[in-house]
């Protein structure tokens, strides 16, 4: 198929450059329901997707037209003419300003991240019976799904590059839930929380520990009780939360978000601007071994975007850092958060909230605001900790940011490394 | 556009139909969807022009086999003479293979036998590449030259959709296609910076390109009177929502608690409110791909089960939930018509399609004038579900303020709603006389399986808290 789609493209007349994305993903997929098998899935599934590039000029101005056209099945010779010829008549009322596409070295390069089973029915059996094996009367996973995707991405164009990635995922989405009986509380008699884990490797001592401390977690929900009123109070953010923060704040500070005025911050300008509370240190990074490309095929170079609270880089792909004259990063897939300086012991130290489980972080950095609906968090009033649901935070973001302690302790997803919490201070509690 | 159905799923038509009885033949039951869904997507910004395929097109089979009691499913995106065997033995292994672990023990579906083919062409004129990207191009151009503005990004884009169903009862066939546009406009006053944006939907390219200038204007303006906006004091409030609000609180409130496979899994609190009032009497709620026509509106599942519209809540009562086929095995009833699947390749879930409050007496002047001091919320940003215990959090772009029946001039952005379903839902105590269903987002279950929806409904008058 490879080689039928090179040569239509290099046979029809005007396509200046190409590049074709090839995804070949198999997965395995198991979804259970009150601890029993309901579906068991397997697919199969191969797509390619084809950029014509057309080198024009208008008024004087160099440009580079593209389109892109998908290929799902298997095309004759003359269909696949046909289809690039309708790309480059699109790509033709593309006036964008010109620019190069990546170049490689004309070999083909492949990366590997470690294969996590070679027998993937064996191992979502395994991590079922790990999920169900904890289940007790009335605290148990009331729905589990369980993938297991191998994926093989392949970039190739007309400058050179053929890049390669193989990489498995074992994707666990689990729903513990809790029944108990609570008169007062008729609606809170039975109560879930949502779980998401991602794994590119296998270590059951991290499976068993997932899974014991969602069932914990959604005890403690069943055990929460509502907020007293507090006003203001330092609420302590983690995990998800934590990374949902880092990326919102080095969102606007892309090669493209600084073409597109999406942002007016200038390297070294300060994000924290009162001297007091810890500063963030936030970049981009490869995560495995097999993160070496992006979907262009840019070779992907690691950068600090952050750096104690100022703006120290910006990051992008192939096209804006050459509009802005610079070096691309590539679209780099991995958040590096440097940890703080506060140990556990000190950052939960006087009264706060520790936020386990939102609807959603609400974030916006244009308008500067915070916050969520808790469905659990422990209150500590400086001498107990309780558990408590029910309530709503909010902030001002950036005025927060200026006295925030970060954790030592770290948290490490497929996407993250990096400080497990953030304290707040003086959030509003409703 | 091509306006009609799939001529590579008719060319598979055949080899499908064998497939499927020979299928039949060996397991209780077998189906096969095949998917072949193209569109094109027109996007300008002030540095970029996109023209290429709509990256929500898919093309693919999904064979369903329901034996001993178990769901099994195979994908894949070809099939040919030559690959029939390979697919038989994949589904052969997958059935056979000794999976641990008890079973939910299931039947399988009885389908009601029908032959038909379904089309809805697109309304109004086809227009050519090169008119919609100068009519794209000339309004980012005009609206970056007025004040303030640093981005303004407009698009197009269509899908048409094309799907077979085959089991052993049923053999249907269905083309219908969906347009959207969408305007999003930035602008910066000194260091504040603040955006809006707007979408429209219909089943017609004319129509979503005719409304793009009026859209992009009342974007700008509104993005205008966003550099003002004040971030929200925390509190309860009295709210009138816009359609879209409603459309939010109607889908994330109540709409996946109502999803019936979360009653399979023991996940809805809803299950034990059937007959039991849940919202005020001037409520009352429906969902299906036949209850309205928008972006949701099929004429057959997933599943191959045909649409309808679903009446969950009567003036109040609590009346019924949606299902798909899985789901409603195993709880011994009939499905609904809503089985989705964000592409072939994907499980199908129960999901909302249309999903919508009907229209009460009061006018929104009139709403508006009853109120003493609250917000008039608009325009959806996101929400999240929490169908076991009845939390809520619904995110609009803004508020603006209202203080003894007028409106103040002052506005406050983004707007993060939150408390107890039934509080929100029995607090409503004004139903607008108009009504808008709209569907330009998408909707996920938890986090994933992303399928379009629309919703909406008149505007409410409701107590909530902000904050």
Known sequence: ?430 | MKNKFSTYLAKKEPLLETLIQRLNAKYEYASVLGSDVHGKIYAVNRSSTNVGDNPEMESGFVFRIYHKGVSFEYATNEVTPKKIPQIEKEIADLVAHPHLGKNVGMGVPHEEALVQTFVRKNRGRDYATETIVALLSDLVQKTLKEKNVVNVSVSANFQEISKIFISGKRHLKQYYNYCASSAFVMVRDGATTRYAYDGLDENSLAGVLKGLPKMVKKTYRLALDLLKAELPKPGVYTIITDPSITGLIVHEAFGHGVEMDQFVKDRALAQEYVNKQVASPLVSMHDGAAAANSVASYFFDDDGVSAQDTLIIDKGILKAGICDATSALQLGIKPTGNGRRQIFSHKAYTRMTNTYFEKGNASLDEMIKSVKHGYYIAKTNNGMEDPKNWGIQCAAHYGREIKDGKFTGKMISPVVMSGFVLDLLKSISMVSNDFEVSGSGHCGKGYKEWVRVSDGGPSLKAEVKIG
């Open chain 1, 1 to 430: 198929m490879i080689k039928k789609m090179i040569a239509s493209l290099q046979s029809v007349a005007g396509v200046t450059d190409y590049q074709i994305a090839i995804t070949e993903e198999v997965r395995h997929e198991a979804y259970f329901v009150l601890g029993k098998r309901e579906t068991v899935r397997n697919t199969d599934v191969t797509s390619y997707a084809v950029t014509v590039f057309k080198k024009m000029s208008k008024d004087g101005k160099e440009l580079l037209g593209s389109s892109t056209f998908n290929v799902p099945y298997t095309l004759s010779q003359k269909a696949l003419a046909k289809k690039i010829e309708e790309a480059l008549y699109s790509a033709s009322f593309v006036e964008n300003k010109a620019y190069e596409i990546p170049t490689g070295d004309g070999k083909k390069h492949t990366f590997h991240s470690p294969e996590i089973t070679d027998d993937p029915w064996k191992t979502i059996d395994t991590v079922a019976e790990i999920f169900h094996g904890y289940a007790k009367p009335g605290k148990k996973f009331n729905a589990l799904e369980i993938f297991l995707i191998a994926s093989k991405v392949r970039i190739i164009n007309s400058k050179g590059v053929d890049y390669t990635k193989n990489s498995a995922v074992l994707e666990v989405e689990a729903i513990p839930s809790f029944d108990g009986h609570k008169p007062e509380d008729p609606v809170n008699q039975k109560v879930e929380l949502y779980r998401y884990f991602r794994y590119r490797e296998i270590n059951l001592d991290t499976i068993r520990a997932d899974a014991q401390h969602a069932l914990e977690e959604v005890e403690a929900r069943f055990n929460a009780t509502k907020i007293p009123a507090l006003g203001t109070i330092d609420v302590i953010i983690k995990d998800e939360e934590v990374i949902s923060l880092c990326n919102d704040l080095i969102s606007d500070l892309s090669y493209a978000g600084v073409y597109n005025h999406a942002t007016d911050k200038k390297i070294g300008d300060v994000l924290q601007t009162v001297d007091k509370g810890e500063k963030l240190t936030i970049g981009l990074d490869k995560r495995y071994p097999a993160d070496k490309f992006d979907g262009d095929g840019v070779l992907l170079t690691p950068v600090t975007v952050i750096k104690n609270g100022k703006v120290e880089s910006y990051y992008g792909g192939n096209r804006f850092a050459q509009y802005l004259g610079v070096k691309p990063t590539g679209n780099l897939g991995g958040l590096k958060v440097a940890l703080g300086k506060t140990s556990k012991e000190d950052l939960f130290k006087g009264p706060h909230i520790e936020i386990i489980s939102l609807s959603g972080i609400q974030l916006d950095i244009y308008s500067s605001y915070i916050g969520g609906e808790v469905r659990l968090a422990y209150y500590f009033d400086g001498t107990k900790k309780i558990p408590v649901s029910g309530f709503s935070f909010s902030g001002n973001l950036f005025k927060t940011l200026e006295n925030i302690r970060i954790s030592q302790d770290q948290y490490v997803t497929t996407t993250y490394v990096g400080p497990k919490y953030i304290r707040l201070p003086s959030v509003e509690v409703l």
